[in-house]
């Protein structure tokens, strides 16, 4: 069965830092790309990161860039993303998503359970 | 403000047909796949609909997607009342280098 379990969320003070973690097992993780989407208290999703297979191509949504890095180890089949200078509207359930790879497109199918960060003082 | 326009709210009583639109541009819906997600209240969003119109086993035949253009839709069919749930539509943008979601839609059944 294909599964992604995401973990290290938590409450943190705005202005710090938070790393979060996603196993995934199930499938090739090697062969795959994959993304994080969150999505803040009763609103919509938000796609926040991508990183390519290889690692070798990542996005990262305008709101997060320069404070966010998305990595991956494909020996541990994991990825992570390190989030720093948090602000409160980073509060969200974050989730692990994988990505699908087209000649000329992309594609998003497996979600996890999500991982929960709240930013507050 | 979402980058893929979809309405906020719909509705339909069991065994009637429903649609949510979701309407983009030339660089995210009209040249990319749309793909449509089910959130059902408390849980994770989960695939629905793949490259436009393709259905992952062990979804229904009452769920199908389309697109014609800049635009995408996903109908239900035979409405249940299990089908009460956020949907959202979402699609690659190549101007942004960046996925891009529909606000999502809260179906509900009466």
């Known amino acids: ?121 | 403000q979402s980058v893929l326009t979809q309405p906020p709210s719909a509705s339909g009583t069991p065994g009637q047909r429903v649609t949510i639109s979701c309407s983009g541009s030339s660089s995210n819906i009209g040249s990319n796949y749309v793909y449509w997600y089910q959130q059902l209240p408390g849980t994770a969003p989960k695939l629905l609909i793949y490259k436009n119109n393709q259905r992952p086993s062990g979804v229904p035949d009452r769920f199908s997607g389309s697109k014609s253009g800049t635009s995408a839709s996903l109908a239900i069919s035979g409405l249940r009342s299990e089908d009460e749930a956020d949907y959202y539509c979402a699609a690659w943008d190549d101007s942004l280098s960046a996925w891009v979601f529909g606000g999502g839609t809260k179906l509900t059944v009466l």
């Not at chain 1, 938590?10 to 999505?39: D, E, H, I, K």
């Not at chain 1, 208290?41 to 990161?49: A, F, N």
């Not at chain 1, 994991?78 to 998503?97: I, P, W």
């Not at chain 1, 990505?99 to 930013?119: F, I, N, P, R």
């Open chain 1, 1 to 121: 069965e294909v599964q992604l379990v995401e973990s290290g969320g938590g409450l943190v003070q705005p202005g710090g830092s938070l790393r979060l973690s996603c196993a995934a097992s199930g499938f090739t993780f090697r062969s795959y790309s994959m993304n994080w989407v969150r999505q803040a208290p009763g609103k919509g999703l938000e796609w926040v990161s991508y990183i390519s297979s290889s690692s070798s191509t990542i996005y990262y949504a305008d709101s997060v860039k320069g404070r966010f890095t998305i990595s991956r180890d494909n020996a541990k089949d994991s990825l992570y993303l390190e989030m720093n200078s948090l602000r409160d509207e980073d509060t969200a359930v974050y989730y692990c998503v994988r990505g699908l790879e087209y000649t000329s497109s992309k594609g998003m199918d497996v979600w996890g359970q999500g991982t929960t960060v709240s930013v507050s003082s």
